[in-house]
């Protein structure tokens, strides 16, 4: 099946978005078959709660949902009624499907917003194509520049966790290798490590900062015990502490050592539990679907999908079929955005990064790069 490129949008029949309803279909997997489906069931909630507020804002929403599993052929879907009128497609969620939504959006000027991980390459071909997705090398590559940046003055300590299943060594190593092109000295220690060897790794003459090479919740305990009776026999020494996107998940259990050890988590999204709007959302996430919103994901999928309409469907009401997702029209609750194109040819990919901060005045602040 071929889909013919238009290059006239008038030709889809479609008029100017700034001034009528926005048209936005959802091609994901919708069942209650597996985790895939109850995930994104999750998500394209959130995507309701989002198109009810943005109606109170004055903005129209006309919304279609196609059930599209694993195993579906996603040619059939585009052929149904509707889907060559959406001015914005949220799907697919399966790598396989995307060449032929890509061709599809080429050929009636449709921005697709592929939503979560995919292994293909046709963001860097299509011109419609939005990924949210940053593959872990560009993150690791990220938050070793960005660590380098912020923790220039520091003496940095790494801690090896004895953790055997670890996936952490690709950016352990990086970070090493960064350090040491740069001229700046590091120390090694272990958890396993006696004390008077363990104390050792640290300094007085300037801050530390502490890297372990486990993102696991049982090594992360094990160092506050290390760290802790370090502090407690030598109050002088300044300590902060860098982590990984998961430690968001122990934040609840974790969050006095978190302040306490001054820790930086880089990640690309941070959700405030107690803020008014996120608060707001999840009354009106349980009030609506009579269940309370997935927590044990991070980050939660139902406010993903609330925080991508609102960006999307905002960002086209606003400036149209021109609108290339660099600037955000409003603050997001959970994961801000901004796109730039990849390549000269190619479409967009969200370039958001930034580190969590738990500041030793229990603050919590997002460094922004």
């Known amino acids: 099946m071929v889909f013919t490129v238009i290059n006239n949008v008038m030709a889809t029949g479609k008029t100017d978005v700034r001034k009528r309803e926005v048209r936005v279909g959802i091609m994901l997997p919708l069942h209650d078959v597996d985790g895939d489906g109850r995930r994104m069931v999750e998500f394209y909630r959130g995507i309701l709660l989002a198109v009810d507020d ?23 879907t585009l052929l149904m009624e509707g889907a060559d009128k959406c001015d914005l497609i949220f799907g697919p969620l399966y790598t396989k499907q995307v060449p032929q939504l890509a061709e599809f959006a ?23 194509i ?13 938050t070793i520049q960005s660590f380098i940046g912020r923790f220039a003055g520091y003496h ?18 990086g970070l090493r290798q960064a350090l040491e092109k740069k001229g ?19 300094t ?17 305990t094990a160092a506050y015990k ?6 407690l026999n030598n109050s002088a020494v300044k300590i902060s502490m860098f982590g990984y996107t998961e430690w968001l998940m122990y934040e609840r259990n974790n969050m006095a050592k978190f302040v306490q050890y001054d820790t930086y988590v880089p990640a690309t999204f941070y959700l405030n539990v107690s803020a008014q709007n996120t608060r707001t959302l999840l009354q009106d996430y349980n009030r609506w679907f009579h269940a309370p919103m997935m927590e044990e994901y991070i980050p939660r999928f139902a406010i993903t999908g609330y925080d991508q309409a609102c960006f999307f469907i905002r960002g086209l009401h606003e400036y149209g079929e021109n609108f290339d997702g ?3 029209v409003k603050p997001s609750v959970q994961t801000p955005y901004r796109f730039e194109r990849v390549g000269k040819k190619g479409g967009y990919q969200n370039q958001v990064f930034q580190f969590i901060h738990y500041n030793t005045n229990g603050a919590i602040s997002i460094v922004n790069f």
């Open 326 to 328: 660099s600037k955000s």
């Open 106 to 128: 080429k050929a009636y000027n449709i921005k697709v917003v592929i939503p979560f991980s995919i292994s293909g390459d046709d963001v860097t071909k299509c011109q419609q």
């Open 130 to 142: 939005f990924q949210v997705y940053q593959s872990p090398e560009k993150l690791n590559e990220k």
């Open 184 to 202: 700046i000295t590091y120390n090694i220690t272990n958890l396993n490590s006696p004390y008077e060897n363990f104390v050792k790794a640290f």
């Open 204 to 220: 007085l003459d300037k801050p530390n900062v502490v890297v372990l090479n486990s993102a696991r919740s049982p090594e992360l």
């Open 54 to 76: 943005l109606k109170k804002e004055g903005i129209s929403v006309d919304i279609h949902a196609w059930n599209v599993n694993i195993d579906a052929d996603i040619r059939q």
């Open 226 to 231: 290390k760290l802790d009776e370090l502090r």
């Open 156 to 173: 940095p300590i790494f801690i090896d966790c004895n953790d055997p299943d670890s996936k952490k060594g690709s950016f352990t190593q």
